[in-house]
């Protein structure tokens, strides 16, 4: 009766004491790692729900990465105009002192061919990452009127990954193009009728949608509905105008046909506006059509809806033969490249000719600093994504860590009082192993 008691003693320590070791080998594995989820066998639901963040987190890190080199880019660019402006107002000043009785227009004609010298060597020299969007070849296969800078990653309750985008248009801000094959055809334009209401409610079976055309050509479907839009929205009820024309232009940069030819925008009216982007060849005309999809719009964005949707076109004009299609080499002998107000063989212009030449440069100030204008809402909106990005990125790391990172001060703590229980269940064991030694003793 003795023995039995004794080996049963044994046995239920040796049972505590695998527990024990059990539980030390689970809090080991936490203090070391700093996870109480560190396999899916831990935690299957935790496991799965935190590498999927994990995985879009890579995916945030390499967007991150993409709006810098954007930035980059923008700001490489924005630094180019700039300075060309500059030389700009220096050299509609050298015009303005060539109008003086008495000024040796020659001495100025060499002033002036520096400054024309200088403001090319800016426009070429402004690359950034093998990139330069103020000196072109728009006759190169290579060349893009559209720069997307990649600046947001989603993925819906169902799994589907979508990429939002940030679109700059070279053909806004050129200042050379090197293509001598014709002058870009002006854009085709369609806008509104009314202004976009401030915040539009995509909630439900709300939805928009409608055919886009490129220049007579395949019409592409763009669709606005609760499905398209919650991933890339911050209120589905309430989508406001700006985030409105970045779906938009997001669903077209991922379209068949019109992407790269088309891009909307607002108007200063807050009037949706769709215009052709794209070059065309010598002789082709720019042209951008939109149909209202009658049956599946009930939902207005200024075009109308539902029945009373219509269509709306814009055209533009055709591509004609001339220098280059950039700010400062457009327009022949009016071009600001061209300007000459003395030649060794004919001499000196008049002063109606530096007047016009002072018109142009005038022309051309104008246009160049809309040019920084536009690479400066593109670098707000690239900075603006990426302090969005670098915070979604933080919020991820501490989703992660409320499910699978171990409270330490907690696990080394429990981890010191399972050392304390393994030695106490050893020694158990020990005396229970030598109770039994001694009353086997007796029966010799």
Known sequence: MTSLLTNTAAMTALTT????????????????????????????????????????????????????????????????????????????????????????????????????????????????????????NSADTSYTDVRSVVAGFSRDKIGNISFSTVNISTQAIRLYDSNSGGTQASTGKTTGTVAVAATIDFSGSNDASFALTANSGTADTITLNRAKLVSAVANIAAVTRQELVNAINNQISASTNTAGKIQASLDSSNRLVFETIGANATGATARVDLQMDTTNSNTSIGYGSGATAPAAFGVGTAASAGAGGGILDTGGASSVTSIKIYDSVTGAVNDNAVKGYINAVEAAIAKVTDAGTKLGANKTQIDGQKSFVDTLMKVNDRTIGTLVDADIEEESTKLKALQTQQQLAVQSLSIANSASQNVLALFR
């Open 17 to 136: 004491l695998k527990s024990i070791s059990q539980n030390l080998d689970t809090t080991s594995n936490r203090v070391s790692t700093g996870q109480r989820v560190s396999a899916a066998s831990d935690n299957a639901a935790y496991w799965s729900i935190a590498t999927t963040v994990r995985t879009d987190n890579a995916s945030l890190g390499a967007v991150k990465d993409s709006l810098g080199l954007g930035s980059s880019a923008v700001d490489t660019a924005y630094n180019g105009v700039t300075s060309v402006i500059t030389n700009l107002q220096n050299l509609r000043t050298k015009l303005q002192t060539a109008l003086q009785p008495g000024v040796d227009r020659s001495k100025v004609q060499t002033e002036i061919a520096a400054i024309q010298s200088q403001m090319k060597a800016i426009a070429d020299s402004s690359v950034s990452s093998g990139q330069n969007w103020l000196s072109v």
